[in-house]
């Protein structure tokens, strides 16, 4: 699976918008581009996921470039609850069984 | 979203025992789960591969006589950590899922080797 690349830490203030980006420079054409996040000393939870046009769901948004090189997860409405490390996985169509290679992420802080 | 559970949620246990951490899709069936171990402040980092009815597979580096995996139905997986040792002391995740779509992760189990 391609690697990406996250920025170590952001911080936000609770209630403002939050845009997470990732890099994938070298996303082949069947990657699809998931997000994960883990709360403290708890398993990671499911976000959002892409291949090439944006989405929306009640957690998040996934803006996903044109030359899908880069995507960015945003979090419309930030709370104390959304502090967590956010991962950018990809994943290949028809490759492995679904197992998760898990880069450094991002550590978000929410600030009250 | 489906539901997989852990237990137990945290064991702690003296060295050279063994412990078994079980893993549970609670809501649907699932032929292959995966093991994840993680360090403190560390990402999570992928043991192997459970798959129901057959051997797991591992990754490079686990010993997979000391991490033994039993996948013996479509709901349950296990993890055994055989004379665990302090360096063992980590926590524990479990996850599964289509290969397309989202994987399931379960809350995690602490171990702690004294």
């Known amino acids: 699976d391609a690697k990406t690349t996250q920025p170590n830490s952001m911080e936000s203030n609770e209630e403002e918008p939050v845009h997470l980006p990732c890099n994938h420079s070298t996303i082949s054409g069947t990657d699809y581009i998931h997000w994960y996040r883990q709360l403290p000393s708890q398993g990671p939870e499911y976000v959002i996921h892409?291949?090439?046009s944006n989405v929306n769901n009640r957690m998040a948004s996934l803006a996903i470039a044109e030359d899908r090189k880069s995507s960015t997860l945003i979090l419309h409405r930030a709370t104390l609850r959304d502090a967590a490390v956010y991962y950018c996985?990809?994943?290949?169509?028809?490759?492995?069984?679904?197992?998760?290679?898990f880069g450094k992420g991002t550590k978000l802080s929410v600030k009250p | 979203g489906a539901v997989v559970s852990q237990h137990p949620s945290r064991v702690i246990c003296k060295s050279g025992t063994s412990v078994k951490i079980e893993c549970r899709s609670l809501?649907?069936?699932?032929?292959?789960m995966f093991w994840y171990r993680q360090f403190p402040k560390q990402s999570l980092m992928l043991m192997a591969t459970?798959?129901?009815?057959?051997?797991?597979?591992?990754e490079q580096g686990v010993e997979k006589d000391k991490f033994l995996i039993n996948h013996a139905s479509l709901t349950l997986s296990t993890l055994t950590v055989t004379s665990a040792h302090p360096e063992d002391s980590s926590f524990y995740i479990c996850?599964?899922?289509?290969?397309?779509?989202?994987?399931?992760f379960g809350p995690g189990t602490r171990l702690t080797v004294t």
């Open positions: 996850s599964a899922g289509s290969s397309l779509r989202e994987q399931y």
């Open positions: 459970s798959n129901e009815g057959s051997k797991a597979t591992y």
């Open positions: 892409g291949l090439t």
């Open positions: 809501d649907f069936q699932a032929t292959t």
């Open positions: 996985i990809l994943r290949s169509y028809g490759g492995s069984q679904g197992n998760l290679i």
